[in-house]
């Protein structure tokens, strides 16, 4: 059973998320906080696996929300929920430790193979915020050092790199010639040796280095 936090700062986009995930068998709600401090308090209280963060909220917003669970409770997962009015927090919202981006009107299905892949480890981005988060971090000065590059060894850097361009484990591995658990090794230390916890922040480090070509 995954068990979800719903933060948001309105009623029906939280009663919305909480209809919908009720119909799902293997996902509990376990709290529907309507801010970011009652977030970070329900998540030390009930321990979820998971919240669905709304970014843009008076108070403590979702990215500083982030920040603060994803310091003092690392396992929990944050999925960050976005509008098309919002979505220039989307950036920030990495840097916080935010593991993937939703709209507020993902479809069914999405919104729950989003959240089971996410608790897997995995890293959902949807198609609609994307290009505004590369976008981003393309406009910040690309830093040309090494950085990072000396911190990965040569093959690590390989898979960093196929990583960045959006290639699954199993994409990276048919093109490297390696098995899907070697490629799973190399990122986990790619992941140890940059100080990240998920692919979409590696991804911008090897962007903002100008790793990617």
């Avoid at 917003?61 to 944050?78: D, E, L, Y």
């Avoid at 981003?136 to 960045?164: F, G, K, M, S, Y």
């Avoid at 899907?180 to 903002?208: C, M, P, W």
Wanted: charged share 20%; glycine share 8%.
């Amino acid at each position: 059973m995954i068990r979800v936090l719903i933060c948001d700062d309105q009623d029906v986009v939280r009663e919305g998320l909480r209809v919908i995930l009720g119909t799902t068998r293997d996902i509990q709600v376990a709290g529907v906080p309507s801010n970011g401090a009652e977030a970070v308090e329900l998540v030390e209280k009930f321990q979820p696996d998971l919240v669905l963060m709304d970014l843009n909220m008076p108070g403590m917003n979702g990215i500083q929300a982030t920040r603060v669970i994803r310091t003092k409770f690392p396992s929990v997962k944050v999925l960050a929920l976005t509008t098309y009015d919002a979505d220039e927090w989307v950036f920030d919202a990495v840097r916080a430790g935010a593991s993937g981006y939703l709209l507020k009107d993902t479809p069914r299905a999405n919104l729950i193979k989003a959240i089971e892949g996410t608790v897997a480890g995995q890293t959902f981005v949807d198609p609609s915020v994307a290009g505004k988060l590369f976008t981003q971090v393309a406009d910040h000065t690309i830093v040309h050092d090494t950085t990072v590059a000396a911190t990965l060894n040569p093959r690590e850097l390989e898979v960093l790199r196929l990583l960045a361009n959006g290639q699954s484990n199993s994409e990276i591995a048919a093109q490297l010639f390696l098995s899907e658990g070697t490629v799973r090794n190399y990122v986990s230390g790619i992941f140890t040796k940059l100080d990240v916890t998920d692919r979409t922040q590696a991804a911008i480090i090897a962007l903002r280095h100008g790793l990617v070509d």
